[in-house]
């Protein structure tokens, strides 16, 4: 009994991908079907290669082949191409103004010192760690940390006089305000001044082909979240919180930001939500634990993980090298890949929503 390309697309179509609730065939993940007798080599395509849910798809993949009536063997091959959020999300022009980044995500947060920037930068190192294409973009106009964090010195060039070449550094590519201007003039931006400043270096900069763009926002304002909002189109944001119960009134205060300017929350990450002893493991809730999650069951929206608290995230922003990057085996690091797979995973579903998706035909 011969196996047909029929039969493996029947069985594939039977494989549910459980973040973005659509069956492989209906995603058009299922790629380069070659049969041979009683075996079939095929690609499966991932949304992202920071798929959170690649354990689950695999195993229901192998049960549903070994299901196929006649066929004998199979081997599979794994790749993963990043989609872009289409339409739906937000007001702006973002496909136009920059046409080679597929997903911009805003890290923000309600109030500063959170460890919002922190979390930027490990969500970037994290993603091209987990084999992704990330731009980096620190607009914290008001205290810009991505230049410590990183270790970058340097001033950014323009080869032609326009546009500005970003950094290179831990797989990624790098811009923040802080690389142009002096540390005292940051405080005074405001309005069109900030906005004009903003759009330059999300416009101005060549990011090239990106997956992911990393804007970490300014804490709490409102200003930067519309801008953004009226200029391109972004796929969602993250929100940094710690967890004291006091640390939830902003939550919501930029919950509601997000929502007023229609740009979707992805979810919340809780940050220095314990810390363990070094010496002797024992483990204390000094800002309590929980509260991120429980904002994030309040809105329904997604918990997307905790970050402990830990000297080494401290001491490792300060030398300009994200934990991700040079401990990637700690758990606070391990803490951050998981975050970047659930978030990564978020944008998936979003793009998955906003764009009619391809359909693989039976031949
Ligand atoms: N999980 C953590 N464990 C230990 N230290 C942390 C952790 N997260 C952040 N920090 C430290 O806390 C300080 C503030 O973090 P960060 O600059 O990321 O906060 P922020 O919310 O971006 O602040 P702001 O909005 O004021 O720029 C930094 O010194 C950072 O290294």
Same mark, same amino acid.
């Given at each position: 009994m011969s196996v047909s390309e029929r039969d493996i697309l029947a069985a594939m179509s039977k494989v549910v991908d459980p973040e973005l609730h659509v069956d492989l065939v209906k995603a058009g993940m299922v790629k380069d079907i070659r049969i041979s007798g009683d075996a079939v080599k095929l690609k499966i395509e991932l949304?992202?290669? +920071?798929?959170?849910m690649k354990g689950k798809i695999q195993a229901d993949t192998e049960a549903a082949l070994k299901a196929v009536p006649g066929l004998k063997s199979f081997e599979l091959e794994w790749g993963a191409q990043v989609r872009a959020t289409g339409g739906g999300?937000?007001?702006?022009? @973002?496909?136009a103004l920059l046409p080679g980044v597929k997903n911009i995500i805003l890290v923000g947060a309600g109030k500063g010192g959170v460890g919002k920037s922190t979390v930027a930068v490990n969500l970037a190192t994290a993603l091209a760690r987990h084999g992704a294409k990330v731009g980096l973009?620190? %607009?914290d106009f008001y205290g810009p940390s991505v230049p410590l964090m990183t270790g970058i010195t340097e001033k950014p060039v323009s080869p032609d @006089?326009?546009? $500005?070449?970003p950094m290179s550094k831990y797989g990624l590519k790098i811009m923040s305000i802080g690389f142009l201007v002096e540390p005292d003039q940051a405080l005074i931006w405001r309005g069109p !001044? *900030?906005? @004009? +400043?903003? !759009?330059? $270096? &999300?416009?101005?900069v060549n990011w090239g082909e990106l997956d992911y763009l990393i *804007?970490? *926002?300014?804490?709490?304002? @409102?200003? &930067? %979240? $519309?801008? $953004?909002?009226?200029? &391109?189109? +972004? +796929?969602? %944001? &993250? *929100?940094v919180t710690t967890p004291q119960d006091v640390a939830l009134a902003d939550v919501v205060r930029a919950k509601s930001m997000f929502d007023k300017v229609h740009i979707p929350v992805l979810g919340i990450v809780e940050n220095m939500s314990q810390f363990i002893c070094p010496n002797c493991s024992h483990a204390t809730n000094i800002f309590h634990r929980g509260g991120g999650r429980k904002a994030a069951? !309040?809105?329904?929206?997604?918990?997307l993980g905790e970050v402990p608290l830990e000297l080494k995230v401290r001491e490792s922003g300060d030398a300009g090298v994200p934990v991700v990057a040079g401990a990637p085996d700690s758990r606070e690091a391990q803490a951050f890949l998981e975050i970047a797979r659930n978030v990564a995973g978020r944008v998936s579903a979003q793009s998955v929503r906003s764009i009619p998706l391809p359909v693989m035909q039976a031949r």
């Open positions: 949304t992202t290669p +920071a798929c959170p999300v937000g007001q702006g022009q @973002g496909q973009l620190d %607009a @006089g326009k546009t $500005l070449t !001044m *900030l906005h @004009g +400043a903003l !759009m330059q $270096l &999300v416009r101005d *804007l970490d *926002l300014p804490p709490g304002t @409102g200003d &930067v %979240a $519309l801008s $953004l909002s009226q200029s &391109v189109r +972004a +796929a969602g %944001a &993250v *929100l069951e !309040m809105f329904s929206i997604p918990f």
